[in-house]
């Protein structure tokens, strides 16, 4: 599972949903706005850190 961050164009709401990487490439309906419901959202860009058991 990833979370994907995402922002409405419309309501200007900044928003996270968490998805697995089969579902968000598949995407059968458009994202909607939790506030305003609106489909005009893009996904941001997220950042993040990978940490491994072994030292380098």
Do not use: W
């Not at 922002?7 to 995407?27: A, I, T, V, W």
């Amino acid at each position: 599972m990833a979370i994907y961050e995402f922002h409405c164009q419309k309501c200007d709401l900044n928003f996270e949903l968490m998805f697995s990487f089969g579902q968000y490439r598949k995407k059968v309906k458009p994202i909607r706005c939790p506030n305003c419901n609106s489909t005009r959202v893009v996904r941001r860009i997220s950042f993040f850190e990978v940490k491994t058991a072994k030292k380098s």
